[in-house]
């Protein structure tokens, strides 16, 4: 069983908010990757890091920022939430050598009001 | 950028009948994935494949990574409403590259 957890699981939130999606694991992949999906739709790599203090953009432009102080930690920001911004955000860490699946948490539903 | 292509985009059969889907891309990959997802969940892996010209079976799904390891398909046979869900590929270049998903299919199984 996957141990990669994100919180909250649901948020509703008013326009401007600033907001923090909460990613962690306890498996000690390097790697991690933060996810956009619409419902039913293809996987968006909006973020990605290799290792502590790596972070990269992906291939979807976002106005989020993530960190990557820890291992095991890698949580997304919105400074400035916006109805465009609302979304399915889904974390995931991937190990290295050929063996690179990636273990998801169950996503974060988020709705900007 | 990496791209994998699926397709159909979208399939929708009855109970009982079999069905492929593919996974397509111009580059090579050091291993391939095969995810599905269920709504309101995230993807859950179902098989890698490493070896070109490898073929694995789980139960009555059976994958297939391309000899020039380029492309994947996945073939269920006998389909049941149990197996409707997006279907994701995902390509490993290896190393320190980030793991390529592909464009998915949709697929639901009519009881």
């Known amino acids: 069983e996957a141990d990669i957890y994100q919180t909250p699981r649901y948020l509703v939130i008013g326009t401007g908010k600033k907001i923090t999606l909460e990613c962690s694991q306890t498996m000690g992949h390097d790697k991690m990757y933060w996810y956009q999906q619409d419902p039913g739709m293809e996987l968006h790599l909006i973020h990605y890091?290799?290792?502590?203090?790596?972070?990269e953009k992906g291939d979807l432009s976002s106005e989020s920022t993530v960190s990557r102080i820890r291992t095991e930690h890698f949580p997304l920001t919105l400074e400035s939430a916006r109805p465009s911004h609302t979304s399915q955000y889904l974390c995931a860490s991937s190990g290295g050598g050929l063996d690179t699946e990636a273990f998801f948490g169950q996503g974060t539903r988020l709705t900007v009001v | 950028t990496q791209l994998l292509e699926q397709s159909p985009q979208f399939l929708s059969i009855q109970e009982g009948e079999n069905l492929t889907v593919y996974c397509n891309s111009s580059s090579v990959f050091s291993s391939l994935q095969w995810y599905r997802q269920e709504p309101g969940e995230g993807p859950v892996l179902l098989v890698t494949?490493?070896?070109?010209?490898e073929v694995k079976k789980l139960k009555r799904l059976t994958f297939q990574f391309g000899d020039a390891r380029k492309d994947s398909s996945l073939h269920i046979t006998a389909a049941q409403p149990g197996d409707t869900g997006l279907y994701l590929c995902a390509g490993g270049p290896g190393g320190n590259e980030k793991l390529t998903f592909g464009t998915g299919t949709r697929l639901t199984i009519i009881p």
């Open positions: 494949v490493v070896t070109g010209g």
């Open positions: 890091s290799y290792g502590v203090n790596s972070t």
